[in-house]
């Protein structure tokens, strides 16, 4: 479980740290947008609806996985607070055992 959620949290930090431009996204290669294909290199106003695009999609998808981890987390909580009970039952039943036992004089 550690290792899901390790690997979740590496995930939405590489999405984060994806967009680092110099200039505006889509204006071209050379210009901050990068080689990001055909229609980003040659710039103008479909480099940036392509530009547009990829950062929807990426929003999109971190949103998704923050709705995943959120999700993990909250079953991890309620699976461990499932666990809290049985072992405040349990520690109910020995003191009771204990208490129970007969004290020898």
């Known amino acids: 479980m550690a290792t899901i959620l390790r690997t979740r949290v590496l995930s939405l930090r590489a999405l984060t740290n994806i967009r680092m431009y110099s200039g ?3 204006s071209g290669a050379g210009k901050g947008g990068g080689g990001g294909g055909a229609i980003r290199e040659a710039g103008g106003t479909f480099g940036k609806m392509e ?8 929003y999109k998808k ?3 996985q923050l709705a995943n981890l959120k999700d993990h987390l909250s079953k991890e909580i309620a699976f461990h607070e ?3 009970k ?6 109910r039943r020995h003191k009771k055992s204990i208490g129970d036992i007969p004290e020898k004089h």
């Open 62 to 64: 971190q949103k998704e």
């Open 51 to 58: 530009a547009a695009r990829e950062d929807e999609y990426f």
């Open 24 to 26: 505006e996204p889509g």
């Open 86 to 91: 049985r072992h405040e039952d349990a520690i």
């Open 82 to 84: 499932e666990q809290i």
